[in-house]
């Protein structure tokens, strides 16, 4: 690919998009520039175009995306066959468990959702197809990172250290690379509340025929329900057998 095929127009346009998270879903040109990269006149014409074309409210100071922006990632999420072959193991998951439960894929440093069936809400932000989390705190993130050649996977956590997002997080690259083997040696991953507080998760990877990773299945339940260590005892069995019958169908 040559440079000059790039549409620098749409590069920006994109980075801008990705700038507004469930975190930061209001933001001013000034905030936008800042975490985009771009100049503030550059930022202020791709955030006006948007709002021209729908992809967002502007209230004279804020920007916000609106639903029109959803089909961006819906027309994605609905040529990827993995989220039409897992919703329904999902669901039967979820529904035996009494439990939420995700699928998700890793994009980057974050895991993108690509389904999910929700018993009860155990977090405070709504998750949901499309939803992202950063990938080193969360249970089904550092099973698909385990997934990665170890020299990738250093470079996707960066050199740190890395946001706390609860007390609990871990945010030095070393201590979490060390957790990130630990997983790879068990084929599992536990998370204590290092996401958000009062949430606690265990994953699996998914497999493919060819035993490749191509994403990971979780449970999460609320830290005041089960302890850490009961997570295994109770949720493992199921996680494996999902994983395990969904073998047989993805490649």
Known sequence: MLE???????????????????????????????????????ARRCLLTLAHLGYADYDGKYFTLTPRVLRLGTACLATMPLPQLVQPVLDRLSETLGESSSVSILDGAEIVYVARAAQRKVMSIALMPGSRLPAYCTSMGRVLLAALPEEEMRERLGPGPLPARTRFTLTDPEAIA???????????????????????????????????TVGAINVGVAASQESVLALKDLYLAPLLAVQADLR???R
């Open 178 to 212: 060390g957790e990130i083997a630990a997983t790879r040696r068990a084929g599992h991953a536990l998370i204590d509340q290092e996401v958000e507080i009062g949430l606690r998760s265990i994953a699996v990877p998914l497999h493919d025929a060819h035993g490749r």
């Open 248 to 250: 047989r169908v993805l």
């Open 4 to 42: 000059r095929d790039i549409m620098g127009g749409l590069a920006k346009g994109l980075a801008v998009i990705e700038t507004f998270t469930a975190a930061r879903p209001r933001q001013s040109i000034a905030e936008v520039a800042g975490l985009s990269g771009l100049d503030r006149a550059t």
